[in-house]
């Protein structure tokens, strides 16, 4: 088998941890079935992004843009998905919603017993790392930043060795619930797709109501069709440049570029807003899945791995 993921040039460790987690979930998978493509973590389930010529085993994926797949079609094995949402979206019994294959990283001996070191941890969405100068906003507001373009183990390390994540990230929100690390969702935009993140906080038990930090820059604003000090960019296109790469290993609590004179200062002025919705929002009452809940929810998933390991290896 092969695992299928979204690469972005610009990275996201959501998507990247697609690379090893399958080895941990299911030794050996790459040496049987060389035909079969392993759709997991991820909102992939649309016909855009999956070859139609390829036999698909989906474990745990998510359902959240565009036009819902056939999977009544021979070449779909649909194992489990992410959320009862999904579930309904693609008309599987809700028995088939397991959560998202994620969960399952807080097992890996590599990320148990990991000391406290970050008291508080902001992890925005990729597009607003690449966009805003989130590092800048972090700093007053009293957060450490983490940068979801990162290499995923050290990002998610980061998580795991955090007392508190506020997320934009919905895999920042995902890990710090499976590392029992209490978090608290924020927005940048309010015209926001949350069908995922309630796909997902569904299977926990959780709720997403998240909380509104506006845009930190105008960039930003540009790429998100925002508004940004009273002016609304919708109809417009950013263009931004791409991240830049990571060396595996990386801690990812990149420091903000620097700013030269006035122009630094002036912007950090009009990311005041920023700063101060993300203290705001750091201040609010974090939440956890219940215990009973995740647990359930990570059996049937451990269940389902059962059954692919019986039927493909």
Same mark, same amino acid.
């Given at each position: ?91 599987? !019994? $809700? ?6 294959? =994620?969960?399952?990283? @807080?097992?890996?001996?590599? +990320?148990? *017993? ?95 109501? !998240? $909380? ?6 105008? =960039?930003?604003?540009? @790429?998100?069709?925002?508004? +940004?000090? *009273? ?83």
């Amino acid at each position: 088998m092969k695992p299928y993921y979204w690469e972005s040039h610009h990275g996201n460790f959501g998507d990247d941890l697609n690379l090893w987690l399958w080895d941990f979930l299911l030794p050996g998978f790459r040496d049987v079935h060389p035909d079969v493509l392993l759709v997991g973590v991820g909102t992939v389930l649309n016909p855009v992004l999956l070859p139609a010529d390829q036999k698909k085993l989906v474990i745990g994926s998510g359902y959240g843009y565009g036009s819902p797949p056939d999977i009544t079609k021979p070449d779909w094995d649909v194992r489990c998905v992410r959320g009862p949402l999904t579930a309904e979206k693609l008309g599987l !019994p $809700r028995d088939k919603a397991a959560t998202d294959p =994620a969960v399952l990283i @807080a097992d890996m001996p590599e +990320f148990k *017993g990991l000391p406290k070191i970050h008291k508080k941890t902001f992890i925005p969405h990729w597009e607003s790392a690449e966009f805003g100068m989130w590092a800048s906003v972090c700093e007053p507001a009293g957060l450490t930043y983490l940068d979801p373009r990162g290499e995923a183990k050290a990002v998610i390390r980061h998580i795991a060795q955090s007392e508190l994540i506020v997320a934009e990230s919905m895999h920042g929100a995902i890990l710090a619930d499976a590392f029992r690390v209490p978090w608290i969702a924020v927005s940048t935009s309010r015209a926001i797709n949350n069908f995922k993140w309630n796909d997902w906080a569904a299977s926990v038990g959780a709720t997403y109501t !998240p $909380r509104y930090v506006p845009v930190s820059t105008r =960039a930003e604003a540009v @790429a998100k069709k925002a508004r +940004f000090w *009273g002016f609304s960019f919708e109809g417009q296109h950013g263009g931004g440049s791409s991240a830049p790469a990571s060396e595996a290993g990386d801690t990812m609590t990149r420091k903000a570029p620097p700013q030269a004179g006035l122009r630094g200062m002036a912007k950090q002025v009009l990311a005041a807003p920023s700063i101060l919705a993300l203290w705001q929002a750091s201040r609010a009452e974090p939440q956890l899945s219940p215990q009973g809940k995740l647990e359930e929810s990570k059996q049937r998933f451990r269940a389902v791995l059962d059954e692919v390991r019986r039927d493909y290896f």
